[in-house]
Structures are given as C-alpha cells and as structure tokens.
C-alpha cells in the first residue's frame, strides 16, 4: 500500500491541527494504521495506532486526551486530530500500515507515507 500524508504546518502553542493520510494500491480497511513522529535530534516514536479489526485505537501517553486517530475506509484515509498542541509536539509526523492487528512498534509497519512537518511555536 503506498501513503501519502498531508495537513502539517505551523502552529501556535494551544492550537490544533488534523492529518490526514491517503492510501493507494491495496485494501485500506485490512490495514491497522499508525502515525509515528519524529523530533530533531530524535528517534523516531510512536504516536498513535487504530486497529483495521474493530477500529480500536490507542495511544502514546503524551498525547492521550489531546490527540484522535480516525479512519475512514470509504475515503482510505486515515486522519490525527492534534488539539492542545505543545512545542514538544513538534517533529516530523508520518503514516504507516501494518498487517498486525495492534502493534505501537515501527518495524511491524510495512509501509510509510513520507512524513509531514508540524511545528509548534511558545
């Protein structure tokens, strides 16, 4: 499946903004789904997953009650709503898909969009 991420930009500290990724070449809804981001200087972490199964979802402790992961197979896209947004939150974001029903580990994730910057400002 290839994927192709979108929505990132510049925002201040305590806004918001939604990610979305478009996926191609295959059966969308097979998938579970993650975003992983990366920060400078940084290894790349996980973020946020949402299972192709049931659409369980989970995640990363940092940003739970701040950030959503949704999908929309009819759309084969799936999106990350990022609300509260620290400085902290700043990186490289990417999509992924993976065949497993739940996994937070990149190396399960066979296939990666090619990342969108998001920067928060103080």
């Known amino acids: 499946v290839q994927l192709q991420a979108s929505g990132g930009g510049l925002v201040q500290a305590g806004g918001s903004l939604r990610l979305s990724c478009t996926a191609s070449g295959s059966t969308f809804s097979s998938y579970t789904m993650g975003w992983f981001r990366q920060a400078p200087g940084k290894e790349r972490e996980f973020v946020a997953g949402?299972?192709?199964?049931?659409?369980?979802?989970y995640y990363e402790d940092s940003v739970k009650g701040r950030f959503i992961i949704s999908r929309d197979n009819a759309k084969n896209t799936v999106y990350l709503q990022m609300n509260s947004l620290k400085p902290e939150d700043t990186a490289v974001y990417y999509c992924?898909?993976?065949?497993?029903?739940?996994?937070?580990?990149?190396?399960?994730?066979?296939?990666w969009g090619q990342g969108t910057l998001v920067t928060v400002s103080s």
């Open positions: 992924a898909a993976s065949a497993k029903e739940f996994s937070v580990i990149d190396r399960y994730f066979g296939s």
């Open positions: 949402i299972s192709w199964s049931n659409s369980s979802t």
